[in-house]
């Protein structure tokens, strides 16, 4: 694991030495590359037989330590969608299940969202690729459905509830098709554009954080920090906010 030693004088040339460092931490391809859009959280279901019970069942996942977190608005908020449909017919009831899809790529736009599939990375859902969405059986019902994600930009003006209500406002404005119909089917995640984008901001706040944690140790000592060549790694922070970071730790150490 590479690690710097950050002394009092020191901090300027870390801060200097960043944008090699985050090009070479990048070409690692150990995390989130390039432009993808990724999830922050998993799809947690709407099901309304999902009680507390079943939730404190499920173990929180570890995360790992962090010397300082970039916190900012995400730039999407997500929600999964169903379209179902029960038509006897299979042959019948797979059209008119991918019909909708199509009517609610055709509407998007119009109802001020993007559709998109995936539940880690997230990709367009365009009228050339929509039936490449699986159509599963239904566990609630004798019927089948597609699931895919409606999407709406994280702007000044959109919080989680107006995220929600135009979400909510979208998916009636799509027209049945058939017996098919469509509904919300997890509650609201978020997603980040290229988390590794921000691992230069990341790094600046451990190197000033590092620089006054070296202050007070006194002339003599300095800080190793490791860990800031892995991955770029986030995690939700609020409703619409998400923190962003690099997995790392510091030992401090005399100078000589």
């Not at 090699?20 to 709407?46: C, K, N, P």
């Not at 019948?92 to 880690?120: F, N």
Request: glycine share 8%; charged share 25%.
């Amino acid at each position: 694991m590479r690690g710097f030693f950050i002394g009092l004088a020191a901090c300027g040339f870390l801060v200097s030495a960043v944008p090699a460092f985050a090009q070479d931490a990048g070409d690692s391809g150990a995390g989130a590359g390039g432009g993808e859009e990724i999830v922050v959280t998993g799809m947690r279901r709407l099901d309304p037989d999902d009680d507390d019970n079943d939730r404190a069942k499920e173990k929180p996942v570890p995360m790992p330590a962090a010397i300082q977190m970039l916190r900012r608005t995400a730039d999407f908020a997500i929600q999964q969608v169903v379209i179902v449909g029960d038509t006897s017919d299979e042959d019948e009831r797979h059209t008119e299940i991918y019909a909708m899809t199509r009517k609610a790529i055709d509407l998007a736009r119009q109802g001020g969202v993007q559709v998109a599939s995936g539940e880690i990375v997230v990709e367009p859902l365009t009228p050339a690729n929509y039936k490449d969405l699986k159509i599963v059986e239904d566990d609630h019902s004798r019927g089948e459905l597609v699931k895919f994600l409606v999407k709406v930009p994280l702007e000044p003006n959109i919080d989680a509830k107006a995220a929600l209500a135009r979400i909510d406002k979208f998916i009636k404005l799509v027209p049945t098709v058939g017996r098919a119909e469509m509904k919300a089917y997890s509650e609201l995640t978020l997603s980040v554009v290229n988390p590794e984008q921000y691992r230069g901001a990341i790094i600046d706040l451990v190197a000033k954080d590092m620089a006054a944690t070296s202050t007070r140790f006194g002339p003599g000592y300095g800080v190793e920090v490791t860990g800031l060549d892995r991955p770029v790694q986030w995690k939700r922070a609020g409703l619409t906010e998400v923190q962003l970071f690099l997995p790392s730790a510091t030992t401090v150490r005399p100078r000589n």
